[in-house]
């Protein structure tokens, strides 16, 4: 399976960005899809994921109510939308898939090449 997300950029706080990753190799509909992010310096960490038929979504306390996580299982694609960025969002951010996704960055997971999302004060 191969990941490709798109969607980061510069942003002024306060703004909005919408990440894309589209899914190809396998049938999209049989993985649950997350979004981590890395800052320099720091490790990986979860942002958001969301199950194989969007029935369930779970989100990082920090992003809760600003960023909303969907899916669309007919174009192959999940999405990121990110409202009210911060500074500290500032990261390059991916996507990966599983069967099951969870808070933990495994490296079993199929993951896309990331994005860079920098938001300035």
């Known amino acids: 399976v191969q990941l490709q997300a798109s969607g980061g950029g510069l942003v002024q706080a306060g703004g909005s960005l919408r990440l894309s990753c589209v899914v190809s190799g396998r049938t999209f509909s049989t993985y649950a899809m997350g979004w981590f992010r890395q800052a320099p310096g720091k490790e990986r960490e979860f942002v958001s994921a969301?199950?194989?038929?969007?029935?369930?979504?779970d989100h990082e306390d920090s992003v809760k109510g600003r960023f909303i996580m969907s899916r669309d299982n007919a174009k192959n694609v999940g999405y990121l939308q990110m409202n009210s960025l911060k500074p500290e969002d500032t990261a390059v951010y991916y996507c990966?898939?599983?069967?099951?996704?969870?808070?933990?960055?495994?490296?079993?997971?199929?993951w896309g090449q990331g994005t860079q999302v920098t938001v300035s004060s």
């Open positions: 990966a898939v599983d069967r099951i996704i969870g808070r933990y960055p495994s490296r079993k997971y199929s």
């Open positions: 969301i199950s194989r038929n969007s029935g369930t979504t």
